[in-house]
């Protein structure tokens, strides 16, 4: 069945340097990727998203890219910060469903 | 934000027990979601309501029952659980079925004893 890879599951950075979370999904219907990021006891919370006729979007200090043909699409966060540590999802949604990786911790050390 | 409101936000139960979960969203959505998240595990989508009727339950057991009684309102009854049912359960909401994104209550932690 449709399924959506993240990788890497862990990441640890420290504050200043960027840190990069890949996605790959299977159903060439996706057309809509949104992040999520959920601190620890908190609601997932949509931080960025980009829609399948956008290479690339851009929000302050966070940035998505999309590669239809490879099926892949990434999230970068440049210089971190502490307040940036949480767990990260990648999702792919076709019209029919959202389909989401299974996170990634991102740890900001000061 | 307050946008989608779930109660209660912890809940221990035996496996004979019934109770019920609680989401309410006021953002003035149609669409209305169940899902379960387990440690380790993607998040999974139990339950989707388009306009009060269920479009979607994926091969959820029937020890989970929605009901949505209107487009605002949606409940989790549960019944003779699993302790492998122990998971936070999120309720999230969006435009309509078809369009995203979807927002997320802060989700009910439950736990079979």
């Known amino acids: 069945g449709e399924n959506v890879e993240q990788h890497p599951s862990t990441l640890s950075v420290q504050e200043g340097d960027s840190a990069v979370i890949k996605c790959t999904y299977s159903d060439s219907a996706s057309n809509y990727f949104p992040w999520y990021k959920q601190e620890l006891g908190k609601r997932p919370q949509l931080i960025i998203d980009?829609?399948?006729?956008?290479g690339e979007k851009k929000d302050q200090r966070i940035a998505v890219t999309l590669n239809k043909t490879a099926k892949h699409f990434s999230l970068h966060i440049t210089e971190t910060q502490p307040e940036d540590s949480a767990v990260y999802f990648c999702a792919a949604s076709t019209p029919d469903k959202l389909i989401f990786g299974t996170g990634t911790r991102l740890q900001v050390f000061p | 934000e307050t946008g989608v409101t779930q109660t209660p936000r912890h809940l221990v139960m035996g496996m004979t027990n019934k109770k019920s979960l609680k989401c309410e969203q006021h953002l003035g959505h149609n669409a209305m979601y169940w899902y379960k998240q387990s440690a380790k595990k993607p998040l999974e989508l139990m339950f989707v309501y388009n306009f009060k009727e269920q479009t979607e339950n994926n091969s959820v057991p029937s020890r989970f029952s929605p009901e949505c009684p209107n487009s605002s309102h949606l409940f989790l009854h549960l019944h003779t659980l699993q302790p492998e049912d122990s998971a936070l359960y999120l309720c999230a909401s969006s435009q309509d079925r078809l369009r995203q994104p979807q927002h997320f209550g802060d989700g009910t932690r439950l736990s079979i004893l």
């Open positions: 980009i829609r399948s006729n956008v």
